[in-house]
């Protein structure tokens, strides 16, 4: 026993060393409490260089934490995650959507109410004495989060009065525009309202002698080519006045009967519909065309729903376009609504460091930091002290806009699966039926189906 102690001692005082720090004069706290530590930093769509200033940053404070960040894809961090805690190697920190987050709380640690961690720094620039002390750390409260953040972040990341995780940016959804088309299609004013969006969509559609689609006025009304078709329609429910969830339990489809043709879904399904059907006005899109960001940065659609973080995309296959962007109309101006989509910083509940964990997201956000990463990303801030500096920036503005009304309804365990249902449920809606009383049995079926489904996976 005394010879392991000798050893253990012995590898203690080369790794404080090899940081630079001496055993003299340090506490048996202290010396346990700048051990290396190294932390696995998984993220999906967060900016990696942002990332890496900020983990230089921490780095310098805490010599003795190492941080590497890893980016992977999002339909591959389930089973990557899965396979790292089979073998007792997980990541310390991961990036989860809202969506997921009730899908992954059982491998996640709540947030403490606070941590202890090392500081490390020179007493002294003549004898560069270095000196550690040990700080309690305190972690953002549920009330703090409550006051300082946009209402939805609240609403996703506390679960039964815990924290599980905070977020980088936020983001909502808008409408991209080129203006080049929109100007070649006689509109003059960029469309503030439904009735103008559609009036410019009809002038901006083009179509061949054999009454094919060249020029899209808008990506709207499929599932199979729209990747935003599940927040699209999801939007529209929510401004027609549907209540999409209630707790666990999905509400969209409640009171729906054949008799009821104004309910809120059954309005909102129609309207979504009617740009993919022949025999509309506003036909400009079908199940044949191609990827719908595809066909907008490739210059064959006028309109694209999109939220800011496509804005990079666009940009990167579409240099040259005039590309402009509006906030979303409106039903109802006096109660503006809008869907969410980021990511929440969290930490794993098998990590061997949470503390150094939990302090890291805390460090990246702080409020000066959440500045430097949205100013550096173009992204919509998560806080409510920063909103209006964003509402003055051209490019933000239209995310911004209805930024705390924006909201997530889904909160169950497959996102994947319930947006499959919205897209199976968009391309039956779009067969052909043989009445307008069919047509609104099929609908109502759908809708009560589509419910029971995504039901299923809450």
Known sequence: ????????????????????????????????????VKLNYWTVYNDLDQLEAFKKEYEAKRPYVKINIRKVRGEELEQLLLR???????????????????????????????????????????????????????????????SNFVSAVYDDAVIDGKIYGLPLAFDTMAIYYNKELLDKSGVAETPKTWDEFMAAVKLGTRFNEKGDIVQSGVALGTGNNIDR?????SLFMLQSGAKMAQGNSVSFANGLTPGKPNHPALVALRFYTDFARPTKEVYSWNETMKDA???????????YFGFAYD????????????LEIMPMPQLNEAAPVNVANYWLETVIKKSKHPDEAWDFVRFM???DNIKKYTDATKRPTPLRSQIKDQEADEMLKSFVS???QAENWYRGRNKEAAAKVFAEMLHNSLQPSGSAKSENQKDVQLLTNAAKLIQQTM
Request: glycine share 4%; with cysteine.
């Open 1 to 36: 026993m005394k010879h392991k102690k000798i050893i253990s001692v012995a590898i203690l005082s080369l790794a404080l060393l090899t940081l630079g720090f001496g055993c003299k004069g340090l506490s048996a706290e202290q010396a346990a409490a700048v051990k290396p």
């Open 311 to 322: 804005y990079p995309l666009i940009k990167a296959r579409a240099p040259q376009m005039d």
């Open 402 to 404: 209805t930024i705390l």
């Open 84 to 146: 790292a805690l089979a073998d007792d190697v997980p990541p310390d920190i991961i990036s989860v959507s809202p969506r997921d987050l009730r899908r992954y709380a059982s491998w996640l640690a709540p947030m403490p109410a606070s941590v202890k961690v090392a500081n490390v720094y020179i007493k002294s620039q003549y004898t560069k004495e270095q000196v550690v002390t040990i700080e309690e750390n305190k972690m953002p409260s549920v009330s703090a989060v409550k």
């Open 229 to 233: 078709a599940f927040d699209v329609l």
């Open 365 to 367: 956000t702080t409020p």
């Open 293 to 303: 960001l595809e066909n907008f940065a490739s210059g064959k659609s006028v309109f």
